[in-house]
Structure formats: C-alpha cells, structure tokens
C-alpha cells in the first residue's frame, strides 16, 4: 500500500511545533493544551488538533498534550530511520552560518559535507565540514550517505552543476538560490527554492506605510 504523503504546510507546522515542543521541555514544562501551542504560532487551536490528528496522535488528558511523547511521535513522522547525510554545493559565508547553526539540533540530519571548485578551500574544513571537489560529488555523497543537497552557490553556477545533481544518490534539494532549480525530466528529486530576497521583498511590501494605515 502507498504511504499517503502530508500536506507540505502540515509537515511545516510540525517541524515548527516539535521545535517550540523542545524548547519548552527544556523550560520544564511536561504538558501542553493545543490553544497554548496555537498562540504561540499564531494560528487556532483547531488548526493544531486537525494537524496532530492527521498524523494519528492524539490524547484524552485534561493537562493536555504530552510533550515528551508529542516530541517523539512527530519525530517517527519527520525522520527517517537512519541519519541522514546533507550536503553543501557552494562553500561560502552563507553555507558555514547554515551549517554552524544547523548541526547538532537534529540527531536524524547532519551536514556531513561540502563542494566547491575553488581549490583554496578543497581538502581543508570550514565550519568543521570537509570541503571536496565539486568533480566528486556523486562518489562522495554515495560514500557518506548525502540524500539531501543544500546549493548555496552562486545563481550564475546552477544550470552548471544540473548534470551532476541529477547523476548522484541525491533526492533532496533545498536551494537559496535567487533561481529556481529545476531537476531532470521524470526525475523523482524534491525541490524547495528559498529566495531571500523575495522573501525580502515580501516583508518590506508588507510594511509600507500606506499598506499599514
């Protein structure tokens, strides 16, 4: 039988909860209402519920959720059984705050690599993250593990590294690009473009000041 994929929205939201879910465990707090869980993402309380029950969990306690177990059984959803291995395609300034930020807060998903083309930086580690030759990609990403690419390259450079993505294990791809990336033809790899600068662009429309009177 098919596994039936979630919305992308809700895969969104329950990364977003089980991140606000730990950081309130830290805070000591063993149990959570949906309506607090809500406020704390701006949206309604049905909307959590409705989330939680697509993904089967739910619970009968006055205290509310769980949050130990709700941190556990998003993890059983969003997680793979094995570690995941993620690579950087462009080691600059951007790609080193990704990866010093990023590794260590998950324990399914570490950046285990990183390629480029300038020879300054292959064979040396910036960020505690090997850098490799871009030459190798495929033999590299198969030898660690890497299903996940993170291309922080110059737009300029993408059309130019297509061909090597679509030869590798890789079939993740989350691009900060300011150009979309598109994978070969029948090609099952998932792609989620992240544009800074429409993103930018988004926000500052938004506060104008005769879009805010």
């Known amino acids: 039988m ?20 730990l950081r309130k465990l830290s805070e000591g707090i063993t149990h959570i209402h ?18 939680l029950m697509l993904i089967g969990f739910s619970s009968d306690n006055k205290k ?4 130990s177990e709700l941190i556990d059984f998003i993890g059983k959803i969003l997680d793979s059984d094995n570690v995941v ?4 395609v462009g080691m600059g300034k951007l790609a080193s705050a990704i990866t010093s930020y990023f ?11 990183a390629f480029d083309n300038d020879p300054d930086k292959i064979g040396k580690e910036i960020a505690s993250i090997p850098v490799y030759s871009i030459d190798s990609f495929s033999k590299e990403c198969e030898r660690l593990g890497v299903k996940i690419a993170l291309l922080t390259l110059p737009a300029k450079a993408l059309d130019g590294i297509r061909d090597v993505i679509d030869n ?17 033809e029948g090609s099952n790899v998932y792609v ?9 662009e988004k926000v500052a429309y938004f506060t104008k000041d005769d879009n805010l009177s």
């Not at 949906?34 to 989330?51: N, P, Y």
């Open 85 to 88: 291995g993620v690579a950087i």
């Open 34 to 51: 949906s309506h607090s869980l809500a406020s704390m993402h701006g949206i309604t309380a049905v909307q959590v519920r409705r989330d």
């Open 192 to 200: 989620e473009d992240y544009d800074i600068i429409t993103l930018l």
């Open 2 to 21: 098919t596994k039936k994929l979630l919305p992308e929205r809700t895969i969104e939201r329950l990364s977003e909860y089980r991140r606000t879910l």
């Open 64 to 67: 509310g959720y769980n949050v």
């Open 103 to 113: 590794n260590g807060k998950r324990s399914m998903m570490r950046i285990v690599a």
């Open 168 to 184: 590798s294990p890789i079939k993740g791809i989350l691009n900060f690009t300011s150009k979309p990336f598109t994978p070969a």
